[in-house]
């Protein structure tokens, strides 16, 4: 079934705090799902999110979301749904300058606050940005999965991850690690669509010590382009968790830094490959801005300027 809109308003909204509801085998044309307060073991699979186009900018921004929460999902699962087409105007730059590049983005996903929940094989394919989590809950959160998504000409990030400061709150919404056990793995994320320097394939900025403990990144495809871009490139994997574990990546494209760890206490990173694709791509592995205490950096296999014919997939 079908259900259109005209990018202005939501096609579909849970009840208020709502639990025990499925969305499945709709055709969503121009607009979203909003779903309403906390809710809980709600599942949305395989649905149809395509050709969000409008602007929004200038009044209920979320409406540039197909699926949105603004108080968090608890219990549920986000899977086997294809998101397509979630542009402003179809475009990267929507007032047709290279000043519009980062302006604004339509979204695949963007929650407030996820707790026990998977986001996992869905396709997002010519997407501003594919998700935007927010871990501003109140509510202790642990055993987030994102796994075995496809992502295909994303604008700028394909996960964008952060605790509540990093969403604009003043001061994090609970103390101690706003979430713990998160698992993102075997997501493949190729050929960017007019990457620039926001475009990130992964950035969990979630340090401690109120962000995330023991968080996992692994066995990610991660592959950019050769095309050169005056504007520059972001980060392959940005990752900040305490007690973070990232291995088994494979990061080929365009990148000075392919994976950049900020304060990220006892942190293990090893065993990543990286190669570059373009002259000046150094895919190194290195600190952000904060140190790491006791961080580990061994067995990763860094290629600058240089990628084999067959480039190490972890997914096959």
């Not at 200038?58 to 397509?84: D, E, H, Y």
């Not at 990130?200 to 050769?226: E, F, K, M, Q, W």
């Amino acid at each position: 079934m079908t259900l259109l809109g005209n990018g202005h308003f939501w096609i579909m909204r849970t009840g208020w705090s709502s639990s025990n509801q499925t969305v499945t085998g709709f055709t969503f044309e121009n607009g979203g799902l909003l779903a309403e307060g906390t809710v809980t073991n709600i599942k949305v699979i395989g649905n149809t999110f395509q050709n969000l186009t409008s602007d929004n900018r200038g009044g209920n921004w979320p409406l540039g979301t197909a699926i949105f929460s603004g108080s968090g999902m608890r219990n549920s699962k986000i899977s086997q749904n294809t998101f397509k087409n979630l542009m402003i105007g179809g475009t990267t730059r929507v007032d047709g300058t290279i000043a519009s590049i980062d302006k604004s983005h339509n979204q695949g996903l963007m929650f407030y606050g996820l707790d026990n929940t998977s986001i996992d094989h869905n396709t997002f394919d010519h997407v501003g940005e594919g998700m935007h989590i927010c871990f501003s809950n109140p509510w202790p959160s642990s055993n987030v999965y994102i796994g075995y998504n496809k992502f295909t000409k994303i604008h700028r990030m394909a996960m964008e991850i952060q605790g509540a400061t990093g969403c604009g709150a003043k001061k994090p919404a609970r103390s101690g690690p706003n979430t713990t056990d998160m698992v993102i793995e075997n997501n493949s994320i190729t050929d960017f669509n007019d990457p620039y320097w926001w475009s990130y394939a992964i950035s969990l900025a979630n340090p401690a010590p109120s962000g995330g403990d023991r968080a996992i990144i692994r066995n990610n495809y991660i592959v950019g382009s050769t095309t050169a871009n005056p504007i520059g490139y972001g980060f392959g994997i940005e990752a900040a968790s305490a007690n973070l574990e990232v291995y088994g990546n494979t990061l080929a494209g365009y990148w000075r830094t392919a994976i950049t760890i900020d304060y990220s206490p006892n942190a293990k990173i090893h065993d990543n490959f990286t190669c570059g694709m373009t002259a000046g791509a150094l895919v190194k592995i290195a600190q952000e801005t904060r140190p790491s205490p006791n961080a580990k950096y061994y067995d990763n296999n860094i290629n600058p300027e240089y990628c084999p014919s067959n480039i190490p997939n972890p997914l096959r």
